[in-house]
């Protein structure tokens, strides 16, 4: 067996499901596509939680 190697902590999983319970099903589900969407060789990974308000466009 080979040791997990998810490169996000959380792991995907993990972040779906408090997306979820934090933002509601369509947010959830837009915040867990898109952090799905980064598991890809051209993204460091690393901490990634949830953000605790749904980000805003404004910068």
Avoid at 10 to 38: M, W
């Amino acid at each position: 067996m080979t040791p997990p190697s998810c490169r996000f902590h959380p792991t995907c999983s993990s972040y779906g499901l408090e997306a979820l319970q934090k933002h509601g099903a369509i947010k959830g589900l837009i915040l867990t596509v898109i952090r799905i969407l980064k598991c890809q060789p051209f993204h460091a990974g690393g901490f990634d939680p949830v953000p605790e308000k749904w980000p805003s466009r404004k910068k």
